[in-house]
């Protein structure tokens, strides 16, 4: 084969390739032959020529192919002095020669250029090229040239593949960086580097601008040009690295603050599972409590900051996304971005009234510029009871009946004599616990161009109870827009929905623990099909749990909407305006059908319950700002409005009775049915805010606010309440005195000082309540000496016209410093929060006339004042080497409550027992809610113990030393020495607030693989554990606990185990014989992952996983207390708000929190 044949093969391939980049009719392809020499050439510099034979000479002199379409270069005409072939590189003079005339090249292979116009070709528009007529001519050149002349007549578009920019991202130091975010400007298409920092981006034409931005670097952005591979390297933007965190109305950098301001965010969530917001936070801020209100599936929990400040309500401000009062619960937390804990005045100063408690502000994530990025995470698991309580065998049982008869001198029933009731038939604990499946899946969805981004997720959550035919699902659906219009105008839109139900009816635990083990499950020949005891056969009167599970048939519903729209304008430079408004919009209902059957000595007919709810929340808010930087000084100041008219609400219940059968539910076809409850509500408010924060020399700092908030459920007089705070800040870490002390990175300290309120205080307060009575189930009042009851209507709550504001005055003085490069950070805090005027209702005289034959009128006033004072410390370190990485974080608080003043109210009795009795007591020099009571000294051990008791209170003038006591029973501490025990010898017991809350959290990562794990736990706290009432009381034939079995006999035993049965009231009063120790610590997070690598992931077919990574997680894996109880987390179950804060230390025997197992995947594509 000849090398002539071998040129010709060569060059025609050549133009196969060239056709793939051609877009053009009529196609020359300039000569090349030999250069003719340097007199030539010289020549043709001081001419003027078009430009299609300036190509030519450069193709000649370069020895290459330049293809150009005729109408592309026809009439362009170039003189000397525009333009030299002065030898340079080919395609810098070929950039210059084209650029005036809008034209560009494509280089084709290492001999080839193509000439086109300069626009950006479309991918419809991309395409391969046809050569529908070639001439192959003789060379002029001698055959060791391999040069050929080739002229295309006419090439015709088909379709071919963009074409691909390629390059690689690094830092300063040259390594490269993984993540970085690639876009065409101006479109959504873009890519992220992998983990070398390499990219590969289709579809950016020569116009084209890509956009190259990273968290913590400066962006940057590169015309495409004629490139094909760019590289690029990022410069560290200061500035973004120092940390920016949300705060009221604005954002501000986290070494600018002169307040108490947490912030836990995706770094400090880690991948922990969590099915609520709350459950982030566990253990992560010091001085902030998270208390479960229980762990039923789906429940809520409620958070504390820096103690109790008032008597009605305890909970602080939810601000989502900017929302006020937003359902915290509504938000997935695989939705959230971070959260951030306002702890001082001077930094929720700026809510005023909303605020005494503090504020909770969550940020949900946003759209990120670039392609579609898809996320998954998602698990299945199972959770189960972490423990279960030692209760009597059947042989045990039954002698503890024959035990209380013989003490309260009763007949053992004849049934309780066979042998068939000493076999153990049922484990009644194992009957109501079962091990719960749960599953999460929760998509989302993020990209967007420089201009307009979007974010969105979809979550479903579905949990088994932990306790039998007990579940609940959830759905979140979040869609957030933002858009950017010309240079100064910003539109976003958000909106949230969450769509809850409930299935199921959670068993009683009491029941459930006093049914006798010898009974069976199931007895076909009862009305129902299940077991029952009853008080003649078996004297015991429990009822059997499971019809009320399986019996029943329970369903609840919840939609709740959440809608925001808000916009931004740059008026001028550092001068904006920003408005939203928001919706929330909330609708349930519950559906309860009970079965007909026969529980115990009661009889269950066929019955419906059902209720119905809609409320709306809107809110309008406006907001002004302007920051400015004038040399030295930096200063902004902020003025904005809210008008929010709360929640306007209806409700609805309904109940139908008299079923004939279990075929048709429906309350229209029951024999009876009524409306017994309707209710509405309306509220509004409006408010006027500004804020101004100033710094000098980026040392010193100031941060005044002041807010004014207009509310009607005052008294006329007093509906305005006026809100400032201020707080200062020293950067001495800036100062020139600390240069030279290397080893301290960061040092500031600073101080606050402000007034909030508090209007979480219920409606109508200033009007009167009117109670009327109906029969004689709800008499009123009673004349006459035989006090016959009468119906009527009375005033049972008096109004009070001059209602005000609750204030709490809170200072606050802080450090915060960094060694170790920052590696090592802490941070302190001592602060002070005065509460006056807390409203408390108040007791009126008899003599008034008003008040009902059972309750005393009342009126409410601002009568209380509290105090609440502790120390915070945080302190977190991060290090690594190598491939090993680590972070170890740690928090405590220490808080001491304390009641300084009633006014003219009585002490608040309150936390009600299974027993009937009231443990908790609220009055001055003790803490809100605190246990009250006698004092347990120990159990008499025989008659001559009782005698020598009763002969000392007798010197003293007493009958007796207390009142019905007998060997067995328990004696009381006389605390004032008088000799007997009387109400005077109580006192107060402990608190269920907490006096230290403590957490901390460890993060590892070696590799692939990572390991984390969070612990949280409260110190110095009391339960009362009210379930031991029922299972170690023994007043009645209850089964109860193994605990019993020590109970006192006969004379000489010493045990602190009282008698069983007794008939005095001496061993059941409300006393801390069942208030224990509630102190634990419990690892609440366990978790064990592997992450495919970035190598592995991007060398497998059509690389379909940006991420990949298993894991393995415990929740409440390890629990370390010495509460007997379920659980020490748990206490009182209330919604109320305000009984919340008195009950919360009573645990009469609550939904205890599970221990849960997953498995779970995250997966990004």
Not at 469 to 481: C, E, K, S, V
Not at 579 to 597: H, K
Not at 945 to 955: I, L, P, T
Not at 1128 to 1149: L, Q, W
């Amino acid at each position: 084969m000849s090398s002539r044949f071998l040129q010709k093969t060569r060059i025609v391939l050549t133009m196969l390739f060239v056709q793939q980049l051609c877009t053009a009719q009529g196609i020359t392809l300039a000569s090349r032959p030999v250069q003719r020499g340097a007199a030539q050439h010289e020549e043709s510099r001081n001419q003027s020529k078009n430009l299609k034979d300036l190509l030519v000479d450069l193709g000649k002199q370069h020895q290459v192919s330049i293809l150009f379409e005729e109408e592309t270069v026809k009439n362009i005409t170039i003189t000397g002095a525009d333009y030299r072939q002065d030898g340079g590189k080919l395609e810098k003079q070929l950039s210059d020669l084209l650029k005036p005339f809008n034209l560009r090249f494509k280089k084709a292979g290492k001999e080839a250029y193509v000439i086109v116009p300069r626009f950006e070709k479309k991918a419809s528009e991309a395409g391969t090229a046809t050569i529908e007529s070639a001439t192959i001519a003789p060379a002029e050149a001698p055959e060791s040239s391999g040069r050929t002349d080739v002229a295309v007549s006419k090439i015709t578009q088909t379709n071919a593949s963009e074409e691909i920019i390629k390059g690689r991202v690094t830092d300063e130091r040259g390594d490269g960086l993984p993540g970085v975010n690639v876009v065409i400007k101006g479109s959504q298409r873009g890519v992220t580097t992998d983990i070398a920092g390499k990219y590969e981006l289709a579809g950016a034409g020569p116009d084209a601008v890509l956009i190259f931005s990273f968290v913590g670097y400066l962006p940057k952005e590169e015309i495409v040009g004629n490139r094909s591979v760019i590289d690029i390297s990022l410069a560290i933007d200061t500035k973004a690295l120092e940390e920016v965190v949300v705060i009221g109305y604005g954002t501000a950098k986290k070494k600018d603050l002169t307040g108490a301001v947490a912030v836990v965010g995706r770094k400090e969530f880690g991948d922990v599972s969590a099915t609520s917001a709350q459950q982030l936070l566990q253990g992560k801020i010091a001085g902030v409590q998270i208390v479960n209100t229980g762990g039923l599936p789906g429940s809520n929990a409620k958070i504390i900051i820096r103690g109790v400040g008032s008597l009605t309500n305890s909970d602080p401000l939810y601000v989502i996304d900017g929302i006020q009062g937003g359902d915290i619960n509504s938000v997935s937390p695989y939705d959230i971005q971070d959260i951030t804990v306002l702890k001082d005045a001077a930094s929720v100063a700026i809510y005023g009234a909303s605020a005494a408690n503090g504020v909770v502000l969550i940020t949900t994530k946003k759209g990120k510029a670039g392609a579609p990025k898809v996320t998954y995470n998602g698990y299945v698991g199972v959770a189960q009871a972490w423990k279960k309580l030692d209760m009597l065998n059947a042989a045990q049982y039954v002698q503890l009946v024959k035990d209380i008869d013989a003490t309260q001198g009763n007949k053992v029933p004849d049934k309780l004599n066979t042998p068939d009731v000493l076999v153990t038939r049922t484990d009644w604990q194992k009957e109501i616990f079962r091990n719960g499946k749960v599953t999460e899946h929760h998509v989302n969805v993020t990209g967007g161009s420089d201009k307009a981004t979007y974010n969105f997720s979809a979550g479903y959550t579905n949990q088994e109870g932990i306790m039998r035919d007990y579940g609940y699902q959830r759905i979140n659906l979040r869609t957030q827009l933002e858009e950017q219009i010309g240079k100064r105008i910003r539109l976003g839109q958000t909106i949230n929905f969450k769509y809850t139900r409930t299935t199921g009816n959670a068993a009683s635990f009491v029941e459930a623990l006093r049914m006798p083990p010898y009974a069976p499950t199931m007895d076909p020949t009862n009305l129902g099909g299940y077991s029952k005891v009853t008080t003649i056969i078996d004297q015991n009167d429990a009822l059997n749990p499971l019809p009320g599970i399986y019996l029943t048939e329970k369903l609840g519903r919840g939609v709740s909407s959440l809608f925001q729209l808000w916009g931004e304008v740059d008026i001028i430079n550092g001068l904006k305006f920003r408005t939203q408004a928001n919706i929330g919009l909330s609708n349930g209902n519950s559906y309860n059908y009970t079965g007909e059957y026969l529980n115990g000595n009661t009889k269950t007919d066929r019955k419906i319950e059902e209720s119905y709810s809609f409320s709306v929340s809107p809110i309008i808010e406006n907001i002004l700002s302007y920051t400015r930087t004038l040399g030295r000084h930096d200063f902004s100041l902020m003025a904005g409005n809210t008008y929010n008219e709360g929640s306007r609400s209806r409700s609805v219940n309904l109940t139908g009775s008299g079923f004939t059968n279990d075929l048709i539910k429906q309350i229209g076809v029951s024999k009876s049915n009524s409306i017994t409850g309707t209710g509405s509500s309306i509220y509004a408010s409006r408010s006027y805010f500004g804020r101004l924060t100033y710094a000098f020399h980026d040392r010193y700092l100031v941060n005044a606010s002041i807010r004014q908030d207009i509310n009607p459920a005052f008294g006329k007089a007093y509906r305005k309440g006026n809100f400032p705070s201020v707080g200062v800040a020293w950067k001495v870490a800036n100062e020139d005195f600390m240069k030279n002390i290397s080893f301290i990175s960061d040092l500031k300290l600073r101080g606050s000082w402000g007034i909030t309120g508090n209007a979480n205080i219920g409606l109508f307060l200033t009007d009167p309540t009117v109670y009327r009575g109906y029969g004689n189930n709800n008499i009123v009042y009673s004349f006459g000496e035989n006090k016959a009851f009468q119906q009527g209507a009375t005033v049972t709550r008096v109004p009070n016209l001059f209602l005000k504001w609750e204030e709490t005055t809170q200072i606050d003085f802080g450090v915060d410093f960094g060694l170790l490069q920052n590696r090592l950070q802490v941070s302190l805090d001592y602060y002070k929060r005065d509460s006056k005027d807390l409203l408390l209702d108040v007791k009126l005289p008899v003599s008034t006339g008003l008040g009902d034959v059972y309750n005393d009128a009342s009126m409410v006033q601002n009568a209380a004042n509290a105090v609440n004072k502790g120390f915070e410390a945080a302190l977190s370190y991060a290090g690594q080497a190598g491939d090993f990485s680590y972070s170890i974080s740690a928090n405590t608080g220490f808080n001491k409550n304390n009641v300084v003043s009633l006014g003219n109210g009585a002490p608040i009795v309150s936390g009600s027992t299974n027993g009937g009795i009231n443990i908790t007591k609220t009055d001055v020099g003790a803490a809100i809610g605190s246990f009250y009571g006698f004092q347990v000294d120990h159990v008499v051990s025989s008659d001559a113990d009782v005698a020598r008791y009763n002969e000392q209170a007798v010197a003293k003038g007493f009958k007796s030393y207390q009142d019905g006591l007998k060997a067995g029973d328990i004696v009381y501490k006389d605390l004032n020495n008088d000799g007997r025990i009387t109400d005077a010898d109580q006192s107060f017991l402990g608190s269920a607030i907490p006096v230290w809350t403590y957490g901390g959290s460890v993060n590892l990562s070696y590799k692939a693989l990572d390991l984390s794990m969070g612990l949280a736990g409260i110190g110095d706290v009391k339960v009362y554990n009210a379930l031991r009432y029922w299972t170690e009381g023994t007043t009645r034939p209850f089964n109860s606990s193994t605990a019993v079995l020590n109970a006192w006999k006969k004379d000489g035993d010493i045990t602190d185990m009282p008698r069983s049965g007794q008939n005095t009231p001496s061993n059941l009063r409300a006393s801390d014989r069942f208030l224990e120790n509630g102190s634990f610590m419990r690892l609440r997070n366990l978790t064990l992952g592997f992450s495919v690598p970035k190598t592995v992931l991007n060398s497998t077919g059509g690389k379909v996983f940006s991420s990949f990574r298993i894991y393995a997680t415990a929740m409440n894996l390890l629990t370390l207390t010495k509460y007997k109880g379920y659980d020490p987390e748990v206490s009182a179950s209330v919604n109320d708000a305000k009984s919340f804060i008195f009950t919360k230390g009573v645990d009469t025997g609550q939904y205890p929190q599970p221990r849960t197992f997953l498995i779970g995947l995250q997966v990004g594509f």
